[in-house]
Every structure is written in structure tokens, then in C-alpha cells.
């Protein structure tokens, strides 16, 4: 079973940056796409951006321009580095794979408040 832990979310004002970073196991991780949602209360979780084996990338239009996904294999670890941060990206967020995903991890709690 894949496991993943999420971390380096926290409180910061309109217009801050905020560097996520996910912890992933497996042996199958440099192989596999990976993505990161996010989820606000009362909303579906949603797909933000994701990242090929082989560093290919796509982001959502709520994101795209301000935020930028990378992996490091050798390390297992995918990273969401979210610049110019708005209220409207206070969520928890995620990581998994991408497109089959395993569990969910507990996420890291994003708010964006003055």
C-alpha cells in the first residue's frame, strides 16, 4: 500500500507563497503520474495539478500562472510551490497518484486569510 504524507501548509496572508511538499512510499513512484488536490468545505476535491514520470505537467485554471509542480524520484517526494495565494485556495491538500489513485493521505491545511 502507497502511503503519503503531506506537509507545509499553514496561515498566510492574501498574496503569500506557501512551498507543499508530499512524501510518497513505494517502489513504483518514478513510474506513476502524481497529482495534487485540494478540497474546501463543501466542495468537491479537486484536481490542481499533476505531474508525469517524466516531468510533463498540467494545471488547473484556478492555478495555472501562479503555481508550479515538480518531483524529485530519487527522493520521492512531489512538491506544489503556490505563489500570490488567495482566500479562495484555503483548503486542505493533497497527494496522490495520478491516474489511479491509492488512499488519501491526512493533508495539509492550507488558509489564506488577512
Known amino acids: 500500500q502507497v502511503q503519503f504524507v503531506e506537509s507545509g501548509g499553514g496561515l498566510v496572508q492574501p498574496g503569500g507563497s506557501l512551498r507543499l511538499s508530499c512524501a510518497a512510499s513505494?517502489?513504483?513512484?518514478?513510474?506513476?503520474?502524481m497529482g495534487w488536490y485540494r478540497q474546501a468545505p463543501g466542495k468537491q476535491r479537486e484536481l490542481l495539478a499533476r505531474?508525469?514520470?517524466?516531468?510533463?505537467?498540467f494545471y488547473a485554471d484556478s492555478v495555472k500562472g501562479r503555481s508550479t509542480i515538480s518531483r524529485d524520484n530519487a527522493k520521492n517526494t512531489v512538491v506544489l510551490q503556490m505563489n500570490s495565494l488567495k482566500p479562495e485556495d484555503t483548503a486542505v491538500y493533497y497527494c496522490n497518484q495520478y491516474p489511479f489513485r491509492n488512499y488519501w493521505g491526512q493533508g495539509t491545511q492550507v488558509t489564506v486569510s488577512s
Open positions: 505531474i508525469g514520470s517524466g516531468g510533463s505537467t
Open positions: 513505494g517502489s513504483m513512484f518514478s513510474i506513476n503520474a
